[in-house]
């Protein structure tokens, strides 16, 4: 299982966003649904072997935690327009502790990412870190931040996680986890 | 310079397409614009050092160019909504054999993919083609194709191009467009 995890710091709690401006009053809502596609989409199908968490951190109600599986699935398409919708369904759950399923293989709880980290296995992914290519092996669960660095607060709870470089330049989320993306197939099929 | 080109094949080449509809009746459009943001958006930033063709082959007026140059771009956000009414404007301009600037860095001309690959230059991104990774030089300059396969008729202008894969799974072009921006960058860099 590839698990990935992506806090979205202004992303909205509630059901209240607009589709049509994803970037800006749904709180940068777009970046989140980008990294969905790149996690659990491949061309003409999904990748069943994947999850991805999204710490939503903005208002009205933070910190939930919205769990998209791979697995189980349907529907899903790869623009950010649709996968906002599933998302939106999604928040006008009422949230607990523990996940509620909204559409299948689509959940959403209260939590945050110190409870999610709790859970173990994860790397961060981050421009200071160590070359993915260099690691002889690779961890399951990879945490990324969405436009915004993770706070100082957030940084607090990090500590001692591997911190993972996709390459050179500074990527946007959703770009890291595809070429991260790339790096585990590759490795599962045994190319170089 | 980087260059990308993908065909669209039911991309519109008129401006009447819906912003609120762009995988179903603007043709796939969302495919595209995510394949401009993988080829020109970083974090935070415009990769300066690129630019991308889209071949639009829709209704009502097929073959159109659409150029967007990094070097020249400005507002240029990384969600698909905000792209598409960038290429939307660009395809309100009547077009001819010349390029024409609809804002700066997006341009816009009548052609199709005959007269780009003429330019030289172009590899296939193709999953039957050769692991980019075993290339010691990569051209410059990358064809591919949307949601659908390049069909017979494009087929038979292609021969004697090199034919690169990404990797082992078939991906979105967007996907593939980031997967190789990465080992464009590593090599820059002198990563491995």
Known sequence: ??????????????NGFPLDDLPGSAGRMDILCRCVNAALSIS??????AEIHLILLGPPSP????LLQGS???SLSPDERSTAALIRKALALPTGESFRESSPGILV???GLAG?????GYAVLSEDGRDMRTFPDLPGAFLLSDHLDFTA???EILPGLPRISVGPRVLH???AITVLQNELDRREAGWS
Chains 1, 2 share one sequence.
């Open 1 to 14: 299982m590839r698990t990935f995890a992506v806090v979205g710091h202004l992303a909205p709690t509630g």
């Open 44 to 49: 003409h199908g999904i990748r069943r072997d």
């Open 63 to 66: 910190p939930k935690d919205l």
């Open 72 to 74: 189980v699935v349907r």
């Open 109 to 111: 709880r209260r939590g």
């Open 116 to 120: 999610l980290i709790a859970d173990g």
């Open 153 to 155: 607060e957030e940084e």
């Open 173 to 175: 989320a959703d770009h």
